[in-house]
């Protein structure tokens, strides 16, 4: 009976060692294709967030639109400035950089389309 409870251990002492990363959690998300959808509603909705703050800043001349996208930018080249020296931030740093992308591809989109009322 020993012998099995070496092999196994105990999970309820709450190593926290065994629990992923937030950077290797977003990393299984992009990898894994059957979670391929959660990745497509997480760029849609950022993108989304994305896209209104563009149209905001860009055709409404909102300041304050303007100062969360400035602060939203900052955000990002910190990010990217981290993942650039430390591997711990690469898969954050890409899926913020995908959602950048779509926001700017549904912007376009809108003003295309006219959605925006540019």
Same mark, same amino acid.
């Given at each position: 009976? @020993?012998?099995? @409870? +070496?092999? +196994?251990? @105990?999970?309820?002492?709450? @190593? ?7 950077? +290797? ?6 990898? +894994? ?13 950022? %993108? $989304?967030? %994305? !896209? ?12 304050? !639109? $303007?100062? !969360?996208? *400035? ?9 990217? =400035? ?11 740093? =890409?899926?913020?950089?995908? *959602?950048?992308?779509?926001? *700017? $591809?549904? $912007?376009? *989109?809108?003003?295309?389309? %006219?959605? !925006?009322?540019?």
């Amino acid at each position: 009976m @020993d012998e099995e @409870d +070496e092999k +196994e251990p @105990d999970r309820r002492d709450g @190593d926290d060692d065994e629990f992923p990363t937030l950077d +290797e959690l977003i990393g299984t998300f992009l990898g +894994e294709t059957s979670l391929l959808p959660i990745v497509i509603v997480v760029l849609g909705s950022g %993108g $989304a967030f %994305g !896209a209104g703050l563009l149209i905001l800043t860009a055709a409404d001349r909102n300041p304050f !639109a $303007a100062a !969360a996208l *400035v602060l939203i930018a900052g955000m990002t080249v910190d990010i990217s =400035l981290r993942a650039r020296k430390e591997p711990n931030f690469r898969n954050i740093a =890409l899926l913020i950089g995908m *959602v950048w992308l779509s926001s *700017v $591809a549904l $912007a376009g *989109v809108a003003i295309w389309t %006219g959605i !925006a009322g540019v």
